[in-house]
C-alpha cells in the first residue's frame, strides 16, 4: 500500500502537460507543471450479519485518476453471501469520465453493470449521470440516474455525514434511497421507490488512511417493490450489524 | 524563592546538561550560527566569489536522521553577508540528481539572475554550476532559496545579510534567526494528501464536544447561527495552516526545541535579531516573553521604531528588532505556529547551556465571520473572535500596555484608502469556493489568534518608512487580482485560474508607476510575494512601507504602490510552497 502511494506521489512530480509559456526561451521549463494524481478509497469493506443470520461481505468502492478539474473514476459497491455456494453480486461497477463544475460538484457520466459477477452470467448494462460532491452542511453525496439497455431509468441516492467525535474518531449517518421512475420487471424494479437503507458506523482512524469501523444498518423494501418481496415469502425489513474498515491509499 | 544550595546545583546541573547538548549540537548546526553573535568575530563573512554545493544528504535534523538538501553541508545554508554596493558573484553548483536553481528573494537584479527555473533562466542541471552575478545595491536581512519543485521543503534556503555601505547596523551585536518547518515525510506525498484527503494535517477540527460546549455557554440559537454559516458554506472555521505540527519540526537556525539554539549577550548591549521565516508553509508570532522588541526593518528595507511584545512573521517575510536585554538572565526566543499546533524555541542568554521558562501554546485560534467578508459593519478589535479559552490567551501577564491604550493606539492609526472592489458577476468558477463579499482593509488587525491580546502586537498599520522612496508619482494605473482557492480541492489559484490555465502574463508597462489591489477570496493567510520589484504598502502611512512579500488575512483588500523599473519577467505567486505548487503563481512581464 505504502509502495502505491509512493508510486503516485512520484506520479504527482512527473506529470507535465506544458499549456502555456509564461517565459521567454521555449526550451525552458515550465515554472509551475501541471499535476495528476489519483486515489483509491474503500469507503466500506465490511462484513455484516443480518438479522436472518445470514453473513455477507459487502463492499462500496472508489478510484480516480486526474488533475483537479477533470477526473476518471471507477466505482463498484457489491455484495457477497457466505455459504450460498454463488459467486458475488455487482450492485454496480461504473466507469465514468468527471468534471468539476462547481467548487464542490462534479458531473460524471459513463457506463456500468450490475449482476452477478459469474463468467457468462446475465448482467443489466446501462448508461449513468451522477452528481457527485458535498452539499451545504457537509453532506457527502453520490446521486445517479441510470438507463439500462431497455431504456429503464432509475435513480439512486447516497448520503454520508460526518459527526467528529474527536480528532480521529466519528459518528457517520449514511442514506441510500433507489427509485425507478419506470417500471423493469427483468431486473425486479417496479416504478416508484423501491428500497431505503440507513446506517450509522462509528469509525477509528488509525491513521488518516486506515479506518477500522462498527455499525448497524437497517433497509427496507417501499411500495410495490416490498409487496412483491412479502409475496416471495420475504422480509421487507433487514436489520444488521457491520464490522469493517475504511481506507484509502 | 529557592534556596541558594539548590539554586547553585541546578544551576550546575542544568549548565552542564546545556553545555553537553550544546557540543553535540555542533555538528549539526550550521557553522554561522554559533551563539556568539557578531560581536564576537565569529561571522562568515562571505567569500567573493562565493561557491555553494547543493547536495542531498544524511543530517540530524533534532535527533532524528533525516534527508534534507544541504548548501555547503548545512541545512539551512550558509549565512552569505554582503555588503551594499559591492557585485556579488555566487557559483552554484548542483549536486543533485535534479535541476535545482537560487532565488535571491527581496534583492533588486537584473531579470536573469532572479534564478526562478522556466521564467529568468532554464534552471541548473544536475552536475552544472551557475555563475550568479549582480551589484548589490540595498542593504538589510533577506534569504535565498530553490524556486525548483518542492525542494524548499527539504531545507534548499539559508539568510542572506546585506550590510549597509557604512556599515553601521545600530546595534552592538547582532543574531540571525533563519525559522522553517522540517518534515521526514517526501515533500510529493505531502502534496499528495493535501490534494486528495482535505484536512489531513488538521487534527485540531472542531468537534462535537465544542459544540456542545458552545451551547451550554452561548445558547442554542447563537451557536447554530455561527455553526450552520460555516457548514453551509463547507468551510472549518479552524482551517489555519494546511500543514501542521502534526508532521513538522519547527526549526530555529537548524534547531530543534530539545537543542535549543542559543545566542548570546552581554548585559548592556543592544541586540539586533534579524529575524527571516524561510518555512514552507507555517506562519509563526514571534516574542521574546519579558523583553519588548523595537522593530527596525521590515523585508530588509528599514522602518520607523515601532516597539511591540509580538510580532506575526509571514512565509518569507523578514523583520529586524533591536532587544535590549535586562540584567543577567536567559530569555526564551519564542515562535508559535499560526495554528498553535506546534512552536520552535531558542534561547537568548549570557551564556551556553541557560534556559528560560518555555511558555504554553495558546488555545487553538477559530476564524470569525470577518474571515467570510460578512462584517463590514463590526468594529475593529472584535473582527475575529479567539480561542475557546479567551482567559488564558497568554503566557505572561506583565505586559505593560492594557486593552484600552491598545484600542486607543488602534484608533489613531491611519487607515488604508477606500477601494471599491468588483467581483466578476459569476464568481471565480470552480477554483474558488467563496468570494468575499464585503472585502475591507484589515491592516490594522494583528490577525486571528492575537485579536485579544492585552499586549502589543504589531500590525502593517504601524510600519512606516525610514524616508521616502524615490518615486513618489501617484500610481496612473490600477491592477486588481483576486485570491482565490478551493480547499476541497486544493485549488489554489489568481482570479480563479491556475497558472497552467492562464494564457498569458500580468503585464506591467516599463517606466510606468501602477497601483496593485489584491482581494483575498480565500479563508486563508497569504504571503504573496513580487519578484524583482518593491511594492509600497498602501497602510495609510507616509513614508508607506516597503515590502517585497505581504501577507493578506481572508477577506482582507490590500493596495501597493509599484513602480514597473525592472524590464522582464518576473515570478509573481503565494509564498506557500503547496499554494504555489497547486497554481497560485503568475509571472509578471514589464515591458
Not at chain 1, 457517520?172 to 431505503?196: C, H, I, K, W
Not at chain 2, 548592556?268 to 508570532?285: P, T, Y
Request: hydrophobic share 35%.
Amino acid at each position: 500500500m505504502r509502495t502505491l502511494k509512493i508510486v503516485m506521489s512520484l506520479s504527482l512530480a512527473g506529470m507535465s502537460v506544458p499549456l502555456f509559456a509564461g517565459h521567454a526561451e521555449d526550451h525552458w521549463p515550465e515554472p509551475i507543471k501541471s499535476y495528476r494524481t489519483g486515489q483509491v478509497l474503500f469507503d466500506r469493506l465490511e462484513v455484516t450479519r443480518t438479522d436472518n443470520d445470514e453473513d455477507l461481505i459487502v463492499w462500496d468502492m472508489l478510484a480516480w485518476y486526474g488533475g483537479d478539474r477533470n477526473r476518471i473514476y471507477f466505482k463498484s459497491e457489491g455484495e457477497n453471501r457466505s455459504d450460498d455456494g454463488e459467486p458475488a453480486e455487482l450492485e454496480s461497477a461504473e466507469l465514468l469520465a468527471s468534471r468539476l463544475i462547481a467548487p464542490f460538484w462534479e458531473i460524471q457520466g459513463g457506463l456500468g453493470t450490475r449482476g452477478s459477477i459469474a463468467s457468462g452470467a446475465e448482467r443489466e448494462n446501462y448508461l449513468v449521470f451522477s452528481l457527485f460532491g458535498m452539499a451545504p452542511y457537509r453532506f457527502e453525496m453520490d446521486n445517479s440516474l441510470t438507463v439500462n439497455e431497455d431504456g429503464d431509468i432509475a435513480v439512486n441516492i447516497e448520503a454520508e455525514y460526518d459527526i467528529r467525535l474527536s480528532q480521529l474518531s466519528y459518528l457517520q449517518p449514511r442514506l441510500e434511497m433507489g427509485a425507478a421512475l419506470t417500471d423493469a420487471e427483468e431486473y425486479d424494479r417496479p416504478s416508484g421507490f423501491n428500497n431505503v437503507r440507513m446506517g450509522l458506523r462509528y469509525r477509528y482512524e488509525l491513521s488518516r488512511e486506515l479506518a477500522p469501523y462498527i455499525g448497524v444498518y437497517w433497509s427496507r423494501a417501499l411500495g410495490d417493490k416490498a409487496d412483491r418481496v412479502r409475496d416471495q415469502g420475504g422480509d421487507e425489513s433487514e436489520i444488521g450489524v457491520v464490522v469493517g474498515v475504511r481506507m484509502w491509499f | 524563592m529557592e534556596k541558594p544550595i539548590a539554586e547553585g546545583r541546578r544551576r550546575f546541573i542544568k549548565s552542564a546538561i546545556g553545555t553537553a547538548s550544546a557540543l553535540a549540537l555542533a555538528k549539526i548546526a550550521p557553522a554561522w550560527a554559533y551563539p556568539m553573535g557578531r560581536s564576537y568575530g565569529e561571522v562568515i563573512k562571505a567569500d567573493n566569489p562565493v561557491d555553494l554545493h547543493i547536495r542531498r544528504e544524511n543530517l540530524n535534523i533534532g535527533g532524528k536522521i533525516g534527508r534534507p538538501i544541504t548548501i555547503n553541508g548545512n541545512m539551512p545554508g550558509p549565512l552569505i553577508r554582503l555588503k551594499e554596493g559591492q557585485r556579488a558573484r555566487l557559483n552554484v553548483t548542483n549536486a543533485l540528481d535534479e535541476d535545482t536553481s537560487i532565488h535571491w528573494h527581496g534583492i533588486i537584479l537584473p531579470e536573469n539572475m532572479d534564478g526562478v527555473p522556466g521564467v529568468s533562466f532554464p534552471g541548473i542541471k544536475p552536475g552544472e554550476t551557475f555563475h550568479y552575478e549582480y551589484d548589490v545595491q540595498q542593504s538589510g536581512t533577506y534569504w535565498y532559496h530553490s524556486h525548483s519543485g518542492l525542494q524548499e521543503q527539504l531545507g534548499h534556503l539559508g539568510p542572506l545579510v546585506i550590510d549597509p555601505g557604512d556599515g553601521d547596523i545600530g546595534a552592538d551585536r547582532e543574531h540571525v534567526i533563519i525559522l522553517s518547518d522540517w518534515t521526514f515525510e517526501d515533500p510529493y506525498e505531502v502534496f499528495r494528501n493535501l490534494t486528495v484527503a482535505e484536512g489531513y494535517y488538521n487534527y485540531q477540527q472542531r468537534t462535537l464536544g465544542d459544540t456542545l460546549a458552545d451551547i451550554r455557554s452561548q445558547g442554542l440559537a447563537k451557536t447554530w447561527e455561527e455553526r450552520s454559516m460555516w457548514n453551509r458554506m463547507r468551510m472549518s472555521a479552524r482551517d489555519l495552516l494546511d500543514v501542521t505540527g502534526s508532521t513538522y519540526t519547527y526549526l530555529m537556525n537548524g534547531r530543534d526545541n530539545a537543542t535549543n539554539w542559543t545566542a548570546l549577550y552581554k548585559p548592556g548591549e543592544k541586540i539586533r535579531l534579524r529575524i527571516i521565516n524561510g518555512s514552507a508553509m507555517s506562519f509563526f508570532d514571534f516574542r521574546i516573553p519579558g523583553l519588548e522588541m523595537t522593530v527596525v526593518s521590515a523585508d530588509g528595507q528599514p522602518v520607523k521604531p515601532v516597539t511591540v511584545d509580538e510580532f506575526r512573521i509571514g512565509v518569507a517575510e523578514t523583520y529586524d528588532v533591536i532587544v535590549t536585554p535586562k540584567g543577567d538572565r536567559p530569555y526564551t526566543l519564542f515562535a508559535e505556529s499560526l495554528d498553535r499546533s506546534g512552536y520552535v524555541r531558542g534561547t537568548l542568554s549570557t551564556e551556553l547551556g541557560q534556559e528560560a521558562i518555555v511558555p504554553e501554546l495558546r488555545p487553538v485560534p477559530e476564524r470569525g465571520m470577518a474571515a467570510m467578508g460578512m462584517s463590514h459593519e463590526m468594529s475593529g478589535m472584535d473582527m475575529e473572535s479567539s480561542g475557546r479559552d479567551k482567559s488564558g490567551m497568554d503566557g505572561h501577564h506583565d505586559m505593560p500596555e492594557g486593552q484600552g491604550a491598545k484600542m486607543a493606539m488602534a484608533s489613531q492609526r491611519p487607515s488604508a484608502p477606500d477601494l471599491g472592489v468588483e467581483h466578476a458577476p459569476g464568481g471565480h468558477g470552480p477554483g474558488a469556493a467563496m468570494i468575499a463579499r464585503q472585502p475591507v482593509s484589515r491592516l490594522n488587525e494583528p490577525g486571528v489568534g492575537l485579536e485579544e491580546a492585552t499586549h502589543r502586537v504589531l500590525v502593517y498599520g504601524d510600519l512606516i518608512g525610514a524616508h521616502p522612496w524615490p518615486d513618489e508619482r501617484e500610481p496612473v494605473r490600477d491592477i486588481e487580482l483576486h485570491l482565490t482557492g478551493n480547499m476541497e480541492k486544493y485549488m489554489w489559484s489568481f482570479d480563479g485560474l491556475k497558472f497552467t490555465e492562464v494564457d498569458g502574463p500580468v503585464e506591467f508597462h516599463y517606466g510606468e508607476r501602477l497601483r496593485l489591489i489584491m482581494v483575498n477570496d480565500t479563508m486563508m493567510d497569504h504571503p504573496i510575494h513580487l519578484h524583482g520589484m518593491w511594492m509600497e504598502l498602501e497602510n495609510g502611512q507616509y513614508p508607506r512601507p516597503r515590502k517585497h512579500t505581504i501577507s493578506l488575512k481572508p477577506s482582507e483588500v490590500v493596495s501597493l504602490q509599484i513602480s514597473a523599473d525592472a524590464p522582464g519577467s518576473w515570478a509573481f505567486h503565494c509564498h506557500l510552497l503547496y499554494h504555489m505548487k497547486a497554481g497560485m503563481f503568475r509571472v509578471v512581464n514589464v515591458s
